[in-house]
């Protein structure tokens, strides 16, 4: 898809980091905006600094991780605006615990919102967006952590493993059905954005995170660290995606060196050795 202005985005996770840098992405290419977050308050002094026309945005508080809550954003995208055009399915948190000590409320929430949300926006948007005219493209937010195993985040890995098949299978099915939807799957590594926080939005239906144990704590300390200090931006990322989605390409890894490790984890796969330690 080469032509933004006059179209509508939807972005989830809005409020912070790499949504809100593809929100002013997306307002600067004139598009019309549905920003979602979970974070009400943020999303609104977020939405308040966009260069938009306040009838070309809607800003809405949704739990990535509830189906009533992405068909209500559905709902309101197409009636407000009668398409879709850009879809970030973007929101995602994580938790830095050895896998034993992660609870299922832990599992819960992290598949929730990181995996289910895809799962729910797929089902609530991409009926709709066949049945439009034009050009679409949708814009799956993973990690590397979809494409390699990273000590002490196992529920995120799983939960971003499972957002890149997800979205290379929703590739091929919609090439299949010869569909003018394009789409992308973001798989950054260290982007300094809020992430390592995330807790801070963890809905009281999962209680809160156990302490970690000192083994779990000094990953927590080293994931933080590498966060901080990662040197692409969320900007970069917003460029890399709007980029991908001009030149419909699936795959949009800015850390380009990150690919030997992904590299070497396929070829243990395919030479059937046991996992090299990252
Ligand atoms: N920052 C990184 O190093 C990095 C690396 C790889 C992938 N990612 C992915 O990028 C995406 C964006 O994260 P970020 O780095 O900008 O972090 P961030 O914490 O700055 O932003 C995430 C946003 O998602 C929102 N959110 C959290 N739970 C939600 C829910 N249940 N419903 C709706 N919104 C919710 C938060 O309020 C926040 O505004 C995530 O999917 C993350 O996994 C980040």
């Known amino acids: 898809m080469r032509e933004f202005k006059d179209r509508t985005a939807v972005i989830t996770g809005a409020a912070s980091g790499i949504g809100l840098a593809l929100a002013q992405r997306a307002a600067r290419e004139g598009m019309r905006l549905v920003l979602a977050d979970i974070d009400e308050a943020k999303l609104a002094e977020a939405a308040k600094a966009l260069p938009v026309a306040a009838d070309a945005l809607c800003t809405r508080r949704v739990d990535v991780s509830r189906e009533e809550d992405i068909a209500a954003l559905a709902d309101e995208a197409f009636g407000r605006f009668g398409g879709v055009h850009l879809l970030c ?3 995602g948190v994580g938790l830095t615990r050895l896998a034993w000590e992660l609870t299922t409320a832990d599992w ?3 598949l929730g919102v990181n995996l289910w949300s ?3 926006a797929i089902r609530h948007f991409v009926p709709r967006m066949l049945a439009q005219e034009g050009e679409s493209h949708i814009v799956n937010t993973a990690s590397v952590a979809g494409l390699l195993s990273t000590p002490a985040m196992a529920a995120y890995n799983v939960s ?3 957002v890149v ?3 290379e299978t929703l590739y091929t099915e919609l090439r299949a059905q010869q569909a003018k939807i394009g789409v992308s799957v973001l798989c950054p590594a260290w982007v300094p954005t809020a992430i390592h926080t995330s807790e801070r939005n963890r809905p009281q239906r999962f209680g809160e995170a156990a302490p970690p144990s000192a083994a779990s704590a000094a990953y927590q300390e080293r994931m933080g660290q590498a966060v901080k200090s990662g040197r692409l931006t969320a900007d970069d990322m917003a460029n890399a ?5 001009a030149a419909d390409r699936f795959y ?3 850390h380009g060196r990150i690919k030997q490790a992904v590299r070497l984890r396929m070829e243990d796969i395919l030479e059937e050795r046991n996992p090299t330690p990252l």
């Open 89 to 91: 399915n973007n929101a």
């Open 108 to 110: 819960e929430w992290i």
């Open 118 to 120: 895809v799962v729910h």
């Open 160 to 162: 971003k493993h499972g």
């Open 165 to 167: 098949t997800l979205s």
């Open 241 to 245: 995606v709007f980029d991908a989605v």
């Open 252 to 254: 949009v890894i800015p």
